[in-house]
């Protein structure tokens, strides 16, 4: 352990140096009113300069082409994506008993309908088929 | 709004221990205290004590008072002390503190492990410097441990924030019967989770809040 020097010849050393240059990152208020409670790390106007500009000369990371995964894929998005988005906004893992109900009577709706119209469109397909056939008692007679 | 983070009262921080991955985060909240109170310029000065030499821990990291005093003579008011003699640096660190000009705030961790007279003198005069060192700021102590019940009730008495960080269980209900914080105890129940921080002020139920960033449980880079 290197030697020791007493703390008030340490406080000495560390006084006698300059005034460190600059203000505060940032103001009491804001450390103040943005605590968490909330997401992220509270950001205050001088933070959100730098990030600016540090996100506009971000080299990193630094991932190769082929490796890059498109944002862009309407077979799999749609509504699979709004509901991830909603999820991600909301901070909730997984969907809402309430939404849940809302969205499960909406789909036996549309089930319903859907199997009415395919039971209605077969119907009509069986009568079309009978009156084509040829009536083959009147033609004998 | 958020007045315990700005008052200069000190404070108590603890919570679940466990293995798991819901358990922990006192340290990180103090990390995440004490460097924002400096980068805000609510003090001067920050140090945490650091007798387990946690990574994460933000400042420039120190191993005795000489390294820390080139640095702060450098420009650096943040110190993450890594301790080679946790107890005898401890009372080396309160003494170097009230040489120091300007206001501080000092995270002591794992506080059971030196219990003794500068424990003491931060809890008892730090927080009034006027009185005791007209020269320099006060001292605001966060004071964090695992079983705050094996602290002197006098030390605790002279921490009016008390914070519970995590899980409610058996060691929560024993702190909130050991602080006789009933009230208190039924609502961080209902509130509490894994990393979530409850916020008491002399015995009320003050609020609680979500995880602090991640990156503070990460190794700065």
Redesign the interface.
């Known amino acids: 352990m290197p030697k020791q020097i007493s703390p008030r010849d340490a406080a000495q050393i560390a006084m006698s140096g300059e005034e460190p240059p600059g203000e505060p990152e940032s103001s009491a208020e804001n450390f103040g009113s943005k605590i968490p409670g909330s997401h992220g790390d509270p950001v205050t106007e001088v933070d959100e300069q730098h990030w600016i500009v540090k996100a506009a000369m971000s080299t990193e990371p630094n991932i190769p082409l082929h490796r890059v995964e498109s944002i862009w894929n309407p077979e799999e998005g749609g509504d699979k994506r709004v509901s991830r988005g909603i999820q991600k906004a909301t901070d909730m893992d997984g969907m809402p008993a309430a939404v849940d109900i809302v969205v499960g009577i909406a789909e036996m709706y549309v089930s319903r309908a859907r199997e009415s119209v395919e039971s209605e469109s077969t119907g009509a397909t069986d009568k079309s088929v009978k009156e084509q056939v040829p009536q083959l008692g009147r033609g004998r007679e | 709004?958020?007045?315990y983070?700005?008052d200069g009262s000190h404070v108590l921080i603890s919570g679940a221990t466990g293995a798991g991955e819901a358990f922990g985060g006192k340290s990180v909240l103090a990390n995440?205290w004490f460097s924002?109170?400096?980068?805000?310029?609510?003090h001067d000065m920050g140090v945490f004590y650091n007798p387990k030499g946690l990574s994460y821990v933000r400042g420039e990291k120190v191993?005795?008072?000489?390294e820390?005093?080139?640095k702060?003579?450098?420009?650096?008011?943040l110190f993450n002390f890594y301790p080679?003699?946790i107890a005898y640096q401890h009372d080396?660190?309160q003494?170097?503190l009230t040489?120091?000009?300007g206001s501080k705030i000092v995270v002591h961790d794992e506080a059971q492990q030196y219990t003794g007279d500068a424990l003491d003198w931060f809890l008892n005069q730090g927080g009034n410097m006027n009185e005791a060192a007209p020269n320099t700021g006060d001292i605001r102590s966060l004071v964090v441990t695992q079983r705050a019940w094996n602290l002197p009730e006098v030390n605790r008495a002279n921490m009016p924030l008390k914070i519970w960080v995590g899980p409610y269980g058996n060691e929560a209900r024993k702190f909130f019967q050991v602080e006789q914080m009933p009230d208190a105890a039924d609502k961080i129940e209902e509130r509490t989770g894994a990393y979530r921080w409850s916020v008491t002020d002399g015995g009320e139920y003050v609020?609680t809040?979500?995880?602090?960033?991640e990156?503070y449980a990460e190794k700065p880079r």
Do not use: Q
């Not at chain 2, 702060?72 to 008011?77: D, H, L, N, P, V």
């Not at chain 2, 809040?209 to 960033?213: E, M, N």
């Open positions: 709004m958020m007045y983070l700005k995440w924002k109170s400096v980068s805000s310029g609510l191993r005795n008072l000489r820390m005093a080139e702060y003579r450098e420009g650096a008011r080679h003699e080396r660190l003494e170097f040489e120091l000009e609020t809040c979500k995880p602090v960033p990156t």
